[in-house]
């Protein structure tokens, strides 16, 4: 961690999976479309929509509230893939 113009920032990567539960989001999303029988565009498009707006949204506070240990995990692993 280093203070520029009173602003911290880390020294890795800002693209980190570690970092990002969008990963996550992306994953869930994948996992629960995968279970169902869509058979168009049209069912496909009607799908992410349905899936995202009441499952991944379900999720989205718990993924964000793990944000700091994340952040910890990757601290203590110098920026090295972790258990996220």
């Known amino acids: 961690e280093k203070a520029l113009l009173n602003v911290n920032f880390l020294y890795w990567p800002s693209r980190s999976g570690d970092l990002s539960p969008i990963e996550n989001a992306f994953f869930i999303l ?23 707006e009441n499952v991944v949204s379900q999720h989205s ?7 700091l240990n994340r952040l910890k995990h990757l601290r203590k692993n110098n920026g090295a893939v972790t258990k996220y």
């Open 30 to 52: 994948k996992k629960t479309l995968a279970k169902r029988q869509i058979k168009s565009l049209e069912e496909l498009k009607t799908n992410i929509k349905d899936v995202w």
């Open 61 to 67: 506070k718990t993924l964000i509230d793990s944000m």
